[in-house]
């Protein structure tokens, strides 16, 4: 099986502008989750897809923030006009239908954004 | 609100030795999920174990084995005769058994293991 797949694995940009992030996961996984990950931390839940629809966003989701999942495939989170805090590890991670029984997620090599 | 705390921040042993790590958590669910995941230097996020709620027989898997304890709301993991490898920052997480499963994850303690 291939894992998850998140590209590129590292970004550096300059503070205001715009980046966008993508995130391939297991075949078959209709349940997709985004975290962002600082440094010294735990990973932190950002937003939730089931197939193509959006259920639920944190509140660490800004308005410059936006995740899309067309066709219940691939991911992308864009973050617009990015801000040194927005420096962080972005992890996507897939799971399987319920109906499975599994539970659990698997997580993508995450994708390191540096901003300066 | 859901909380998952790991107090040790950083273990170091010597190899061949036994290490507990430690994870507290709290919510109101009455049915939960609880994991613990392993993240190398490299980055990602392994998935080790899970444990239902309601499940609370402790088992042993490999050099791997977990204390699920409701009465404490703990969910420890041994490793046993570690290895140089089994260095990294490991992770307890909780996640609801309701709407999207998403996780919380407590900030992990780093595991050294010296040769």
């Known amino acids: 099986d291939t894992g998850v797949s998140q590209n590129p694995r590292h970004k550096i940009t300059k503070r205001g502008q715009n980046v966008t992030f993508r995130c391939d996961p297991i075949?078959?996984?209709?349940?997709l989750y985004w975290y962002r990950q600082t440094l010294g931390q735990g990973p932190e839940f950002l937003t939730y897809?089931?197939?193509?629809?959006?259920?639920?966003k944190s509140r660490l989701l800004s308005d410059r923030f936006s995740a899309e999942r067309p066709k219940g495939s691939f991911s992308t989170l864009e973050i617009q006009r990015t801000e040194q805090g927005d420096s962080a590890m972005y992890l996507c991670?897939?799971?399987?239908?319920?109906?499975?029984?599994?539970?659990?997620?698997?997580f993508g090599p995450g994708t390191r954004l540096t901003v300066t | 609100a859901q909380k998952v705390t790991q107090a040790q921040t950083e273990i170091s042993v010597v190899e061949k030795e036994d290490v507990t790590l430690d994870c507290v958590y709290e919510?109101?669910?009455?049915?939960?999920?609880l994991f613990w995941y392993k993240q190398p230097p490299s980055g990602e996020l392994v998935f080790l174990i899970r444990?239902?709620?309601?499940?609370?027989q402790n088992e042993i898997s490999g050099r791997y084995s977990w204390n699920f304890q409701k009465s404490t709301s703990s969910f420890n993991f041994t490793i046993t005769a570690s290895q140089v490898v089994d260095s990294a920052v490991y992770f307890c997480?909780?996640?609801?058994?309701?709407?999207?499963?998403?996780?919380?994850f407590g900030t992990g303690t780093r595991l050294k293991v010296l040769a």
């Open positions: 897809f089931q197939n193509e629809a959006q259920l639920e």
């Open positions: 919510t109101r669910d009455t049915t939960y999920y």
């Open positions: 991670a897939s799971s399987p239908p319920l109906s499975g029984g599994i539970y659990e997620q698997y």
């Open positions: 997480a909780l996640s609801e058994a309701t709407g999207t499963y998403k996780y919380i």
């Open positions: 444990r239902n709620s309601f499940d609370e």
């Open positions: 075949s078959e996984h209709n349940r």
